[in-house]
């Protein structure tokens, strides 16, 4: 073994780095095929990123056109230098989004998209010379077109059309025909009409058209099923009728359940409640009439008192012409004190007497009760409930060495309490719609246990689709994720590892290279005591430690089985 002296190396002065073209020929195949793998995959990488974010965003600028729009705004796009787009199936037309509206206003300007219904503007195109059949065609034509235009702003209606039957005319009233509209609809997917929005579209048409009736007008759907209802309305009050009793019956098994859900628990307790309503509308006038019961209790309705005093002429004279009856009258006596005497009467006819007379007519109101009393409808003529609890099946068997006599009297005991609870409930839930003998109700409760349904098999985790959806989602970062680790660790490292070896390959070789002057010490004794052995191996070390470069040019020239210098 042949030890050095720990010499000082002074700083070299730096080596002058070779031109990339003399790095490229100095390595080897592996490495220049990584290199331009990477270099490969950078500039795709930044080819991907710059068309993917120079890429416009796409918007939909018209969407649902006919051919002849759709070729026209195609046309003008061409012209105006505005890139697009079609949809799957050509329904719609998609520009960058930041010209959508500057777009719009412009082919507004030049009137598209026409649309392929025509209104009242057909009739600003009218020639000189146009016949009377031709320009009531026109009309007719025209106001189908606003009628069509005005049914298709409906949110359910994707397109309609509307034919008009106008009749001609005549001087003769009786013989006048009246007009008529069928309507042809097609909805959107997934979108219905109600009844309220059929009888709006009726009479839209119907009070568009001087003297058509809402019954002249039919409304289809695209698959040929008549929408539009009869003159009758009977079928919708039997709808409205219908939808009233399901709204009073859901009203009570909502109470029945608020009420018996605290006492047995949610969804122990399944309820069914059948209303019979009557619909009907009766109206009762009835008028009475009763006697006065005193006559203090009369009420004076009318009266009325005539009274008359005179002179009552003497009669005639009657009988047999003679001697007597053609007597002339006395002279007439005045009395003394002024007072009229009586008259005398002249064989007791022929005297002058006064006569007074007086009547009296008092009505009364006769006592009269009148009523009119009109039912109500809607009523309930009738109310069946039926509700079923869940009760826990327990086992019957009395356990192995239980006495039979105090098993019985504990089933008999649960049973007693059971039924008691039952009858309990049965009250509850009889206050609580209003039991009512007189109307024949009915109410049933049954405890019993509920048939737990099978659970249904659980699906895997990766069958799961908010696993999947989470995956798809995530699959494209995690994807790009692990590309960039390979290639960092599988390109970029090597390459660094390379270049650092090669670089303290090149120390070593510069130093072994320079001829320095390493005195050596002096060679040891043959007979070494153990405590200079000693000191000599920490030499060394300090050595190692202080000089690494030196000592891993004599480990280099040992390997090498080069004599030491």
């Given at each position: 073994?042949?030890?050095?002296?720990?010499?000082?190396?002074?700083?070299?002065?730096?080596?002058?780095?070779?031109?990339?073209?003399?790095?490229?020929?100095?390595?080897?195949?592996?490495?220049?095929?990584?290199?331009?793998?990477?270099?490969?995959?950078?500039?795709?990488?930044?080819?991907?990123?710059?068309?993917?974010?120079?890429?416009?965003?796409?918007?939909?600028?018209?969407?649902?056109?006919?051919?002849k729009?759709?070729?026209?705004?195609?046309?003008?796009?061409?012209?105006m230098?505005?890139?697009?787009?079609?949809?799957?199936?050509?329904?719609?037309?998609?520009?960058?989004?930041?010209?959508?509206?500057?777009?719009?206003?412009?082919?507004?300007?030049?009137?598209?998209p026409k649309?392929?219904?025509?209104g009242?503007?057909?009739?600003?195109?009218?020639?000189?010379?146009?016949?009377?059949?031709?320009?009531?065609?026109?009309?007719?034509?025209?106001?189908?077109?606003?009628?069509?235009?005005?049914?298709?702003?409906?949110?359910a209606?994707?397109?309609?059309?509307?034919?008009?039957?106008?009749?001609?005319?005549?001087?003769?009233?009786?013989?006048?025909?009246?007009?008529?509209?069928?309507?042809?609809?097609?909805?959107?997917?997934?979108?219905?009409?109600?009844?309220?929005?059929?009888?709006?579209?009726?009479?839209?048409?119907?009070?568009?058209?001087?003297?058509?009736?809402?019954?002249?007008?039919?409304?289809?759907?695209?698959s040929?099923?008549l929408?539009?209802?009869?003159?009758?309305?009977?079928?919708?009050?039997?709808?409205?009728?219908?939808?009233?009793?399901?709204?009073?019956?859901?009203?009570?098994?909502?109470?029945?359940?608020?009420?018996?859900?605290?006492?047995?628990?949610?969804?122990?307790?399944?309820?069914?409640?059948?209303a019979?309503?009557?619909?009907?509308?009766?109206?009762?006038?009835?008028?009475?009439?009763?006697?006065?019961?005193?006559?203090?209790?009369?009420?004076?309705?009318?009266?009325?008192?005539?009274?008359?005093?005179?002179?009552?002429?003497?009669?005639?004279?009657?009988?047999i012409?003679?001697a007597?009856?053609?007597?002339?009258?006395?002279?007439?006596?005045?009395?003394?004190?002024?007072?009229?005497?009586?008259?005398?009467?002249?064989?007791?006819?022929?005297?002058?007497?006064s006569?007074?007379?007086?009547?009296?007519?008092?009505?009364?109101?006769?006592?009269?009760?009148?009523?009119?009393?009109?039912?109500?409808?809607?009523?309930?003529?009738?109310?069946?409930?039926?509700?079923?609890?869940?009760?826990?099946?327990v086992?019957?068997?009395?356990?192995a060495?239980?006495?039979?006599?105090?098993?019985?009297?504990?089933?008999?005991?649960?049973?007693?309490?059971?039924?008691?609870?039952?009858?309990?409930l049965?009250?509850?839930?009889r206050?609580?719609?209003?039991?009512?003998?007189?109307?024949?109700d009915?109410?049933?409760?049954?405890?019993?246990?509920?048939v737990?349904?099978?659970?249904?098999?659980?699906?895997?985790?990766?069958?799961?689709?908010?696993?999947?959806?989470?995956?798809?989602?995530?699959?494209?970062?995690?994807?790009?994720?692990?590309?960039?680790?390979?290639?960092?660790?599988g390109?970029?490292?090597?390459?660094?590892?390379?270049?650092?070896?090669?670089?303290?390959?090149g120390?070593?070789?510069?130093?072994?290279?320079?001829?320095?002057?390493?005195?050596?010490?002096?060679?040891?004794?043959?007979?070494?005591?153990?405590?200079?052995e000693?000191?000599?191996?920490?030499?060394a070390?300090q050595?190692?430690?202080?000089?690494?470069?030196?000592?891993?040019?004599?480990?280099?020239?040992?390997?090498?089985?080069?004599?030491?210098?």
């Amino acid at each position: 073994m042949s030890a050095v002296a720990e010499i000082p190396v002074p700083n070299a002065s730096p080596v002058p780095q070779p031109a990339l073209s003399q790095r490229w020929t100095a390595m080897d195949r592996g490495q220049r095929l990584r290199w331009g793998a990477l270099a490969a995959l950078l500039v795709v990488a930044v080819a991907a990123a710059a068309m993917f974010y120079r890429q416009p965003e796409y918007k939909v600028l018209f969407s649902g056109l006919n051919d002849k729009d759709g070729g026209a705004i195609v046309a003008q796009l061409s012209q105006m230098n505005v890139p697009y787009r079609y949809t799957e199936g050509g329904g719609a037309i998609l520009i960058p989004s930041e010209r959508v509206h500057d777009v719009r206003l412009k082919l507004a300007t030049q009137g598209l998209p026409k649309g392929s219904v025509t209104g009242f503007e057909l009739m600003e195109n009218s020639k000189f010379g146009i016949t009377q059949f031709q320009e009531r065609l026109n009309f007719q034509r025209g106001l189908e077109g606003e009628l069509t235009r005005s049914i298709q702003a409906l949110a359910a209606v994707q397109s309609a059309r509307v034919h008009l039957a106008l009749p001609n005319q005549n001087g003769f009233f009786r013989e006048q025909q009246k007009p008529s509209a069928s309507v042809l609809l097609s909805l959107h997917p997934g979108r219905v009409l109600d009844r309220a929005q059929i009888a709006g579209i009726v009479h839209l048409v119907a009070s568009s058209v001087p003297e058509m009736s809402p019954t002249a007008v039919s409304v289809l759907d695209d698959s040929g099923k008549l929408l539009s209802q009869s003159p009758d309305n009977n079928s919708a009050i039997e709808l409205q009728q219908l939808a009233y009793t399901q709204q009073i019956e859901q009203q009570y098994v909502r109470r029945i359940l608020e009420i018996l859900e605290p006492v047995v628990g949610k969804n122990n307790v399944k309820a069914q409640v059948s209303a019979e309503m009557d619909f009907s509308q009766t109206e009762l006038t009835s008028e009475q009439h009763r006697p006065n019961q005193t006559a203090d209790a009369g009420v004076v309705r009318s009266q009325q008192v005539v009274e008359s005093t005179g002179e009552q002429k003497p009669p005639q004279p009657t009988g047999i012409p003679g001697a007597t009856s053609n007597q002339p009258p006395q002279n007439a006596t005045a009395a003394i004190n002024g007072a009229n005497p009586a008259p005398q009467a002249a064989d007791g006819q022929n005297a002058v007497r006064s006569a007074s007379k007086r009547e009296s007519i008092t009505n009364y109101e006769v006592d009269k009760t009148v009523r009119h009393t009109r039912g109500s409808t809607g009523s309930i003529k009738r109310l069946t409930a039926a509700v079923v609890i869940n009760t826990p099946a327990v086992a019957a068997a009395a356990p192995a060495g239980a006495d039979p006599a105090a098993a019985a009297a504990a089933a008999a005991a649960a049973r007693a309490a059971a039924a008691k609870q039952q009858e309990q409930l049965l009250a509850l839930v009889r206050e609580t719609v209003g039991y009512s003998s007189d109307r024949g109700d009915s109410v049933n409760v049954v405890s019993t246990p509920f048939v737990q349904d099978e659970a249904p098999p659980e699906l895997p985790l990766w069958r799961q689709p908010e696993v999947q959806a989470m995956a798809r989602s995530l699959g494209i970062p995690i994807g790009l994720a692990l590309f960039g680790a390979i290639v960092l660790l599988g390109l970029v490292r090597p390459m660094i590892k390379n270049r650092k070896g090669n670089a303290v390959g090149g120390q070593l070789n510069a130093i072994e290279g320079d001829a320095l002057d390493r005195p050596a010490l002096p060679a040891p004794s043959t007979e070494l005591s153990p405590t200079q052995e000693q000191q000599r191996l920490e030499q060394a070390r300090q050595l190692a430690k202080q000089n690494p470069i030196a000592v891993a040019n004599i480990v280099k020239t040992w390997i090498n089985g080069e004599a030491a210098s």
